[in-house]
């Protein structure tokens, strides 16, 4: 049970990195064109059960990485998503599986625009190609064959990390036995698109952007792209959350009014915007934003022929207060898979954190997975 | 009647200018120091009866102008409250003497940041005072008197204007017979201060801001404040209103998918970022969007005492869609007179279109107005 002292960490882990995907035997990519090599840098915690139907795969959202879960050496922090993973945690390692790889895209280990192009012998930049979700999914899926898994338990994620989950479980039905589709949407709205184009705008007009060359000029668009951040995470919190943690609190190293930082709200997105610098690229904010721009997985007319052959267990949840992807954004999921017959689950949780709160320890939340993988172990068990 | 065919425009009107305060008697600021030479730039429009007790003072909110009605010859659009001000409409100019008045800090007539400082002959910048919303009513109470009004029949004012009314009608009740205070705040919440810290961000972090002294250096932050606007532009409509007007509709110049213009949205927050350069100037930006922020005034101790000797009739609208200054911000307006013993009307307007309603001609809103106004005048008849 979540919370209990029986829950524990999964301890140290470190992070592998494979190559699933070569020059010459590249990936194809849905907006046409290949990519190769595709190195991809992945985690695992607990342990392949010897009938290989354990394995729960974790989709990671915008700005995550392949390290869920556990302690790097010498990082005062565990993994992203360590309150829910682990020995007694609602995704228990002591029965599970679980398998979560970096993004191609991203920046923390797998192939993105910041890595080398073997035409040029430096780095991408813009010439990386656009991605696409199914892009992201027939990576995952070639690392759940190279770990010899046929099929997956389960595969869950939040944010767009549920977005490749939803776009999973309907290309292929067949790998997955439950989908947990969670704080995400089948399309974004005019908002949403808004807000990601002007973090785009900040980055790409940061002088030192350089077209998208700043590494080989040995600068970065930090001005940009900590706006960005600034502007997303404000987004991310529910107007209540700031109000109750910051309120209209005055910072207290403020001198005098004036234009530095004058409320601590202030103070708490400026850290937030200078942190995100030491671990994020400003291109993999370009191509994983368009990632979720593009996704629309409903407007293709046979999209849903395959789940009608082979349905998949879906939970969908969404929290209260999230104002990014809110319950209307899960509410459209779970009304098209339920017209295509599928076995749906639905809740919306109370929480006050808004969209962040698919990262959070939220009780309600914790109780409706530990209850859902529950279930979802004794049907493999029958 | 607003829409009817008796509804006309106030004309070919001209901004004037007046010293109202000079070097040698300077405007005292709220925060201390002193502010002179203080010009303002104004328009009128209609007649002011012989008993001087017709007037209207329009305050306008962060990005507007003097130039609230009518026409300025070879421009293609009226002033920005066009539709509400002009004979026959909600504010009949027929029956009613009305005033704007450039707000100071602003950059459209009335002295603010890019004016010449005295002191050293060259533009303010980041010398310029630090402003509160106090400094602004003190600008349009010195207007007024020169102008030979004694008595305001109303104040009127959307969003930082509303708050100017709040202010102006706490502080001097005598001014004012009738108070509107239309999608306003009583204080900023943290959201809605971290959004302006954004944008503030954005501005001051642009290499052409040059610590302020832009305009001597010849250049502007055309970026950071067409990012600024963007950003802010999200935040004025609703949800609904976006995706009403634009969805997931793909821009018709969209070549391919990538990092430029893809949807409409993007086409849309592009241009009004880029018109945006041409009206306002981006210190402007930064001392209103604090006034705003600083905004506190039912945090005063004794705030309340004036209006409890001297009612006045107050009017609160807001807006149902609006999520920058929404209803739970009039709300809290409404239950502090109230408390008060002031008279309150409120309504809540169904709108879809947001913070920025409060510019439109809603249906329900002009009537409420128009129902207003004619009370107000008749009690003054009596």
Known sequence: MPGTPEAGSVGVVSTQTVRLFTAESPLTL????????????????????????????????????????????????????????????????DRFFVICANLIGGCQGSTGPSSTNPATGRAYGLDFPVLMTRDLVAVHRALVKHLGITR??????????????LQWGLDQPEDLANALVIAASSRLTAQNIAFSAVARRAIMSDPHFEAGGYAAAGVNPDVGLSIARMMAHITYLSEDALTEKFGRQVDPNRVQPGFGIDFTVESYLDHQGQVFLERFDALSYLYLTRVMDYFDPFAEPKILERVLVTPVNWLVLSFATDWRFGTNHSRRIVRTLEQAGQPVSFREIPSNYGHDSFLLAVEPYHATLVAYFDRALSEVSR
Chains 1, 2 share one sequence.
């Open 152 to 165: 997956l338990l389960a595969a869950i994620g939040g944010s767009l990390g549920g977005m490749q989950v």
């Open 30 to 93: 849905e907006q046409g064109g290949t990519l190769g090599p595709v190195d991809v840098a992945y985690e695992t915690y607990g342990t392949l059960a010897p009938a290989a139907d354990n394995a729960v795969f974790v989709c990671h959202a915008l700005t995550g990485d392949a390290h869920a879960a556990g302690w790097h050496p010498g990082d005062p922090r565990p993994g992203w998503w360590d309150n829910l993973i682990g020995p007694g945690k609602p995704l228990d390692t």
